[in-house]
């Protein structure tokens, strides 16, 4: 079965974003990516706002979705990537 998964990210590295992309693409057979922005609360009450992204990704391929979250927090410097999943993906041709 495919299923949607989208992750929320944030990097300013366009590099290392490019690495995920291609990364992307020999995994999966392609992406979505869309430009956002987040917001977070450090331990020390401090507000941050910055661009991130939320890459889409059909795929049935479940074991590689964790692998691919690991991988952009280490490319990005992050402590956690968002994994939304959905279900029942349908093809209309």
């Given amino acids: 079965m495919i299923?949607?998964?989208?992750?929320y990210f944030?990097?300013?590295?366009?590099?290392?974003?490019?690495?995920i992309?291609?990364?992307?693409?020999d995994i999966f057979g392609g992406y979505t990516?869309?430009?956002t922005f987040?917001?977070?609360?450090?331990?020390?009450?401090?507000?941050?706002?910055?661009?991130a992204y939320k890459l889409t990704i059909l795929t049935e391929k479940e074991k590689e979705v964790k692998p691919l979250a690991k991988y952009i927090n280490y490319k990005c410097n992050q402590q956690?990537?968002?994994?939304?999943?959905?279900?029942?993906?349908?093809?209309?041709?």
């Fill in 33 to 35: 990516l869309f430009n």
């Fill in 10 to 19: 944030a990097t300013e590295n366009k590099k290392q974003l490019k690495k």
């Fill in 80 to 93: 956690t990537t968002i994994i939304e999943t959905q279900n029942k993906i349908n093809f209309i041709n």
């Fill in 38 to 51: 987040g917001g977070w609360q450090d331990e020390n009450k401090i507000k941050h706002i910055e661009k």
């Fill in 21 to 25: 992309l291609s990364l992307c693409i």
């Fill in 3 to 7: 299923n949607k998964y989208n992750y």
